[in-house]
């Protein structure tokens, strides 16, 4: 059947339309506010597999460690990961600096506040000894020390709003991740400045990026490659 024949065939008036567009629509749509964290670690899962890659999974901003949680999830059994470390000030935001403040970005200082002691209660109940949650601004570098013991990095995630942050997060993470390793940015694409500037840091590394996948609606992931 021709393209036009078959269009005319679907086509059943504007009400059946409406009616299909509205259930595509609901059919789609992010069905929960982690989807697209769980679908990513769903989908590297198998990579980490077969490429053997162990070291330990990071997470710079970490929050209420719910991400922490489904990695530890769906990848502790089957890879080589050893520990999920999650990283936070668990007071919120931390203060911006200039370079911050030029890029539009969306939250105030003290934003995504939460209790620290309550967080690493879950995460001691819940991780089999394989969670750990490290309090404190990683911009500072003895924060980042504090890091020292799980430094092999194979999956860093940078979900930390800030490009002070973010900087940090990454430069640490290009030091220390494994041939092969795993970047996933959360704000990617939040607005063109962001990308821009995550553009430039990753042309001044001194490794090679292998495109791995997007996340809608901002997240984006790469490979590693050590040169
Ligand atoms: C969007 S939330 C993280 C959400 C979390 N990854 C999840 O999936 O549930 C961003 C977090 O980054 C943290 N953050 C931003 N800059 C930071 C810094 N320099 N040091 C520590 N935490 C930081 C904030 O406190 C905030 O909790």
Redesign the pocket.
């Known amino acids: 059947m021709n393209k036009k024949l078959e269009h005319k065939k679907v086509f059943g008036g504007y009400p059946k339309f409406k009616k299909e567009l509205n259930e595509l629509v609901v059919s789609l749509e992010q069905k929960h506010y982690?989807e697209r964290?769980v679908k990513f670690l769903l989908e590297i899962r198998g990579y980490l597999k077969t490429n053997k890659l162990f070291g330990n999974y990071i997470?710079?901003?970490?929050?209420?460690s719910?991400?922490q949680y489904a990695a530890f999830k769906i990848l502790s059994q089957s890879t080589g990961i050893e520990h999920f470390v999650g990283?936070?000030?668990?007071i919120?935001?931390?203060t911006k600096n200039r370079m911050d403040n030029k890029l539009n970005l969306f939250d105030a200082e003290g934003d995504?506040g939460?209790q620290f002691d309550k967080v690493k209660e879950f995460v001691d109940k819940n991780m089999n000894g394989k969670g750990v949650v490290i309090q404190?601004?990683?911009?500072d570098k003895s924060?980042l020390k504090k890091l020292d013991k799980y430094k092999q990095i194979a999956v860093s995630?940078i979900?930390?709003?800030?490009l002070?942050?973010i900087e940090?997060a990454f430069n640490y993470t290009i030091k220390n991740i494994v041939d092969g390793g795993i970047i996933y940015f959360?704000d990617f694409f939040y607005n063109i400045k962001i990308s821009n500037e995550l553009n430039k840091l990753m042309k001044k590394a001194n490794v090679n990026f292998i495109e791995h996948s997007f996340y809608p609606p901002f997240g984006k992931s790469y490979l590693v490659i050590r040169k």
């Open positions: 982690l964290k997470e710079f901003g970490s929050y209420r719910e991400m990283l936070d000030t668990y919120g935001e931390p995504f939460c404190g601004d990683f911009r924060v995630v979900d930390c709003n800030l002070s942050s940090s959360d």
